[in-house]
């Protein structure tokens, strides 16, 4: 049985930090994509970061410079550091791990809120 278990997130003020964690099991966690999408209220689902099995990392525009995704094979998990956050960053967060269409993992998301 895939699970996925998001935690780390939290009420944090304008320009605080949070860093997110994606636990994995019942996957081969090192052969996956993994990723961070975030769903504020009434708006998309949209992609704010992910990273291939290689390594190599992608950015929503909103989101560069100040949020770093990474990944622990060993412990299978992905983390995202996010920083110098915003009101706007406001949003459930999801974890995704997809190594075909077919094989496309969702957590239970984790609710963020930035706010003075």
């Known amino acids: 049985q895939v699970q996925l278990v998001e935690s780390g997130g939290g009420l944090v003020q304008p320009g605080g930090s949070l860093r997110l964690s994606c636990a994995a099991s019942?996957?081969?966690?090192?052969?996956?994509?993994l990723g961070w999408y975030r769903q504020a209220p009434g708006k998309q689902r949209e992609l704010v970061a992910d990273?291939?099995?290689?390594?190599?990392?992608n950015y929503a525009d909103s989101v560069k410079g100040r949020f770093i995704i990474s990944r622990d094979n060993a412990k299978s998990t992905v983390y995202l550091q996010m920083n110098s956050l915003k009101p706007e960053d406001t949003a459930v967060y999801f974890c995704?791990?997809?190594?075909?269409?077919?094989?496309?993992?969702w957590g239970q998301g984790t609710q963020v809120t930035v706010s003075s």
């Open positions: 995704n791990s997809k190594l075909s269409r077919l094989l496309d993992y």
């Open positions: 990273i291939t099995s290689g390594g190599r990392t």
């Open positions: 019942g996957i081969a966690f090192s052969l996956y994509a």
